[in-house]
């Protein structure tokens, strides 16, 4: 008997709600959260580290692989890309470079690449980064090629003259906030062994697990949705207007993201009180600290602002379009034949590969959504290298 359509839509609606849960108690948060931070610290880092390099007298060996990696240290998706290059090329930098930077850039931002390293997998984010460096300087090479570069303008030529350092402590904290995102998602023994057992004195009322089960959440899981929705306000108020100044609202969503990520970090046993205390909580707990100490003793008042401005941009930017695109993929999930998936891309052929590359080409996803997408083929059958291949050529 066909489900009618009320029917369809509830179970679309429940389809994309426990896919949203299912995210929201993930440990994703640990490589999620640390990137935003990071991508927002980048502001921090002066464009002119990168530029300089990819002026059109700068050696190629030097310039290519510096715009490869530009938009790693510049942290720009496909929506900042397009100005920036449009900049940089009219001032006089090397076409192929620009290309380069233009293909590379949000396909290699810390942001896409962290995501698809815990959603999917690091095997295939190292593959993302080597295949994006490689087709995208080659991309640049052709492109240098077959268009003649335009002659820049010797006023501009400045700008690829500028240089421009960071402070030592801008380099630590730099370090630090990677080791958090290193330290949140690596999987090896000497972070995921338990150094510590504890049982709650604590026994959850009936009703209370029962719901937990009906929503496939543990206690961990259920106070990390919890915290997110208390962060949500708190950081409105404290990070909308943070340019004007630090307020306590500011003190205490940092406080709550904190208390969030060392929330993340242990390890539980479903439906039970007990916790495991791995290396991972020492880890974040002691390089926490670390980045407090060094942040409050080295960062000024106007470069701690604009870092946390920024990050909580990338988040109002981002962060609601990936929730909305985990949901959509959590309800095409329900409704998607697990063995349409099998018989379009579950062998490695020419015609499964040409079809991942048209629904890439005409399927345009903001920036973070095409991991979630990617995830979902995975877990309907999809062979993993031609899922990531199917929502990679969108460059986020």
Not at 55 to 67: D, L, N, Q, R
Not at 74 to 99: D, E, H, M, N, Q
Not at 206 to 218: C, E, I
Not at 308 to 326: A, Y
Request: proline share 5%; hydrophobic share 60%.
């Amino acid at each position: 008997m066909e489900p009618s359509l009320g029917e369809l839509i509830v179970d679309l609606l429940r389809g994309g709600w426990m896919g949203l849960l299912d995210y929201l108690a993930a440990h994703v948060l640990l490589c999620l959260v640390p990137a935003f931070f990071i991508a927002g610290f980048l502001t921090l880092v002066p464009q002119e580290t990168i530029t300089r390099y990819l002026g059109p007298k700068t050696p190629k060996w030097i310039s290519y692989p510096a715009a490869a990696i530009g938009g790693f240290v510049l942290a720009v998706c496909s929506c900042t890309i397009l100005p920036l290059f449009a900049g940089i090329w009219k001032r006089g930098a090397g076409l192929g470079p620009a290309i380069t930077f233009l293909f590379v850039g949000p396909a290699v931002n810390i942001l896409a690449i962290s995501y698809t390293g815990a959603a999917i997998g690091m095997d295939i984010a190292i593959a993302r980064i080597v295949l994006a460096i490689t087709f995208g300087i080659a991309i640049g090479l052709v492109m240098a090629t077959l268009f003649r570069q335009p002659k820049a303008d010797p006023a501009n030529a400045a700008m690829f003259e500028k240089t421009a350092t960071m402070r030592p402590a801008l380099w630590a904290l730099f370090g630090l906030l990677l080791a958090v995102l290193i330290a949140g998602t690596l999987q090896i023994d000497l972070l995921t062994g338990t150094l510590l057992t504890l049982n709650l004195p604590i026994e959850l009322p009936a009703g209370v697990q029962s719901v937990l089960d009906a929503m496939n959440l543990t206690l961990q899981g259920a106070v990390l949705i919890i915290l997110l929705v208390v962060i949500a306000p708190v950081a409105w108020k404290g990070l909308n207007n943070v340019l004007s100044g630090l307020n306590r609202w500011t003190w205490a969503a940092l406080a709550l993201v904190a208390v969030t990520l060392l929330i993340a970090a242990p390890t539980t046993e479903s439906g039970s009180l007990v916790i495991h205390v791995t290396g991972r909580f020492v880890a974040e707990l002691a390089l926490l600290g670390a980045i407090a100490y060094v942040a409050a003793n080295s960062l000024t008042r106007d470069e701690l602002t604009d870092w946390l401005w920024e990050t909580w941009r990338f988040v109002k930017q981002i962060f609601p379009l990936l929730l909305v695109g985990v949901f959509v993929a959590g309800m095409a999930r329900t409704i998607i034949p697990e063995d349409w998936i099998r018989a379009l891309a579950g062998e490695n052929t020419i015609l499964a590969n040409l079809l991942a590359v048209f629904f890439g080409v005409f399927m345009y996803f903001p920036t973070l959504v095409e991991v979630p997408i990617a995830r979902m083929f995975l877990d309907l059958g999809c062979i993993a290298g031609r899922c990531w291949r199917t929502c990679w050529p969108t460059r986020n």
